[in-house]
């Protein structure tokens, strides 16, 4: 029996959002290290809408958007990039990279309860087992006190904690607003939009603004790959999965990124992996199934 196309591009997308947006916190960690977080953002995303939006030229989409679509891009850009990532890499400046992404596994809760609060959509028993198989996860993850690393970490919790709220809320505003037809189109207003906005936060709070001819090589790569995969790449393909499946579905990135996070820590910085760290992990994933196991796939499509 032959796979249709439209499979195979959602489990594509479905790769791009757990495993590339897994290892971009690492990739931020390393940036944030050297370049004031406004401004790593503002070019991350800047450089990443200006791509798209040259590919979708090349592909001859219609670049054209209503008002009303222009607005809800922004609104869009606001709560995923500028606040959901931009206070999110500052956020990073306190925190373990990995327990970041930890704190950050308890966005589908969140997408739940508002889904329930806006639109009064009733929890599935399928759902609810998700979740409380994720939190039991995060907690078992978070408790290790070994993945707080600085006097300053509450604070970082904190804001982490307010970004994981506006990226929930932004994928439940996505997932009905009035947005350009095609998901890479929307991506690259999104992303433009939001590169503009985290300028002018990072003037505002006179960041000092590096050339990269002075960033280091590590910083370099990091900024290269979170551009083209982290931004291009993956944006896409959550925008893309926020029309082709149910939010929650689109939301169990937040499981299993932390996940990649760890190992990817472990690896690259040589951060222990814990007996309790795996066991949390085979509970996170756990939650996974049962959430996006809840229902099929919409068979709404993206018009170009």
């Known amino acids: 029996m032959s796979i249709s196309r439209k499979t195979i591009l959602i489990i594509l997308a479905f790769f791009a959002i757990y495993v590339i947006w897994g290892s971009t916190y690492l990739l931020n960690k390393i940036a944030v290290t050297e370049l004031p977080p406004f401004f790593l953002a503002a070019i991350r995303f800047i450089m990443a809408g200006a791509i798209i939006f040259i590919i979708a030229k090349f592909m001859k989409l219609r670049l054209s958007i209503s008002r009303k679509q222009f607005i809800n891009c922004t609104i869009a850009g606001f709560l995923f990039l500028v606040y959901g990532n931009g206070v999110f890499v500052w956020a990073l400046k306190y925190l373990d990279s990995g327990f970041a992404a930890l ?24 759902s609810l087992i998700g979740v409380a198989f994720g939190v039991v996860g995060m907690y078992l993850l978070v408790s290790q006190k070994e993945l707080i690393t600085n006097d300053e970490s509450l604070l970082g919790m904190f ?28 991506t690259a207003y999104q992303m433009s939009i ?18 990269p001819i002075d960033w280091s090589l590590k910083v370099q790569w990091s900024l290269i790959l979170l551009i083209v995969f982290g931004g291009v790449i993956a944006f896409t393909a959550f925008n893309y999965l926020l029309k082709m499946v149910s939010t929650e579905k689109a939301s169990t990135s937040a499981y299993v990124n932390p996940i990649v996070a760890i190992i990817l820590g472990w690896y690259v910085l040589d951060e222990a992996i814990t007996v309790q760290t795996i066991i949390a992990a085979c509970i996170l994933l756990t939650g996974v199934f049962f959430i996006t196991s809840r229902k099929k796939i919409k068979t709404k499509t993206i018009g170009n």
């Open 103 to 126: 704190e950050a596994s308890t966005q589908p809760l969140f997408v739940l309860l508002l889904m329930r609060l806006i639109d009064g959509k009733k929890m599935q028993p399928k």
């Open 159 to 186: 804001m982490v904690f307010t970004c994981v709220l506006a990226w929930s809320y932004g994928s439940v505003f996505v997932a009905k607003a009035d947005l350009p037809p095609n998901f890479f189109v929307s």
């Open 194 to 211: 939001a590169g503009v906005l985290l300028i002018l936060i990072s003037l505002l709070l006179n960041e000092n603004w590096i050339s």
